[in-house]
């Protein structure tokens, strides 16, 4: 059975260009980078020619990026640096909608003495900014917000945001993980202080990512160790996945019209599709201001997990919008905060998509998602097959 691939914001296939090019870093090149002999200077070069890549595509400098082992850390690092910055600050912001790489450590240093505030979203998604802007204080040692949502897909303003941190002389990071590689990023243009990214998300291997620093910036290292990346990381250097991730930044910047126009047709005609296909159905988050190859679909009166379980036996890979917490299916925080009625919540899909995705693989989903959702719906307590209406429940 063909799989179908609808699942890009969980994780991407290695592009196959990226895949060739760091295989001999797994065999004949293993030199370590720091090491004096030019056996390990040649892996050192590739390193620097990774960073310049990465450096490129977001409008940074070479030696503004860091480099991390994921998302998470590169997330970690920025915030916890930010907090011995300004040690006579107790107060971070950040959104209700942030990935737990953000708001699981945010929520966890609010035990720890610190005074957080999570700017409130409207059922769009969209961020609060007036609420927002009122959070900031003179106590703020940080602020982060994410530049897209995972779920959603839906865009933050994240620049106006940084300007209003910059303005009170607050650091601003941003948890670009969603969005570098979809969307074009200049940090040259903005008050951005740090931002993530994980090569996972953008076709490169998994267990590398990036943190921008810019320049000037008070930087204190998450992991002490060795003078690796000028004393800002630890750690011998994962060389493979330092080298994908910067030939995967530069295929997304050669890709970026493409992420924009042909992925951004085919999330369309699914969507589109699907809402006309399907009675009860609608999309979750600003469909304006959004990500090209992601949806959030709620259907209602059926169960998200279920949905999932069907489409699996067609070989179609998605995600729903719930988290096993605590033995029960709770809609996720990001639905929750946008305040998605819990029938719709509860039936919730995300589709992602990615340039490997072919109108093909769409009208196949076309075709079998309705019928999913009828035989579910049949199941359901709360659905009237007959007239298509639904009892509230
Ligand atoms: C918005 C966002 N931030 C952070 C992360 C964490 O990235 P990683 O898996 O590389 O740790 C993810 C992963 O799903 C994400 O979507």
Redesign the pocket.
């Known amino acids: 059975m063909k799989t179908i691939y609808l699942d890009n914001?969980?994780t991407t296939r290695v592009a196959p260009q990226v895949f060739e090019e760091i295989l001999p870093y797994f065999s004949e090149l293993y030199g370590n980078p720091s090491s004096m002999h030019s056996f390990g200077g040649q892996v050192g070069r590739k390193i620097r020619q990774a960073r310049e890549q990465i450096a490129s595509l977001i409008g940074a400098s070479p030696d503004e990026v860091i480099f991390t082992s994921?998302?998470?850390e590169s997330?970690n690092a920025a915030i916890r640096s930010a907090l011995l910055a300004y040690p006579d600050r107790r107060h971070i912001v950040t959104s209700r909608v942030e990935?737990p790489?953000v708001r699981s450590l945010a929520s966890f240093l609010a035990t720890q003495g610190y005074r957080l505030t999570e700017a409130p979203v409207d059922n769009l998604g969209r961020l609060d900014m007036k609420r927002y802007e009122q959070s900031l204080t003179a106590d703020t040692a940080i602020v982060s917000l994410?530049w897209a949502n995972?779920e959603t897909g839906v865009i933050f303003p994240v620049q106006e945001a940084a300007e209003m941190a910059r303005k009170r002389g607050i650091l601003f990071h941003t948890?670009a993980?969603?969005a570098v590689g979809k969307i074009p990023i200049d940090l040259r243009r903005t008050a951005i202080d740090m931002l993530s990214l994980?090569g996972?998300?953008l076709h490169a291997p998994k267990g590398i990512?990036a943190l921008y620093v810019r320049k000037g910036t008070k930087f204190s290292s998450f992991l002490i160790g060795g003078h690796q990346e000028k004393g800002r990381r630890g750690g011998t250097e994962n060389t493979a996945g330092i080298i994908g991730l910067g030939k995967a930044c530069e295929l997304a910047a050669q890709h970026m019209e493409l992420e924009n126009t042909r992925v951004k047709e085919l999330r369309d005609r699914l969507e589109n599709g699907l809402l006309s296909r399907i009675p009860n159905s609608r999309v979750n988050g600003d469909r304006t201001h959004r990500l090209p190859n992601t949806t959030s679909i709620s259907f209602e009166f059926v169960e998200g997990e279920a949905i999932l379980l069907l489409l699996d036996e067609f070989g179609i890979c998605a995600s729903s919008g719930s988290a096993c917490t605590s033995g029960s299916l709770q809609p996720s925080h990001v639905l929750r905060a946008m305040g998605v009625p819990f029938t719709m919540a509860h039936g919730s899909i995300r589709f992602s998509l990615s340039i490997y995705n072919s109108e093909e693989e769409i009208d196949f989903v076309l075709e079998k998602m309705p019928g999913v959702i009828e035989k579910l719906r049949k199941l359901s307590p709360y659905w009237n097959v007959d007239e298509t209406v639904c009892a509230t429940g």
């Open positions: 914001n969980a994921c998302g998470t997330d990935h790489a994410m995972n948890d993980v969603q994980s996972h998300k990512g």
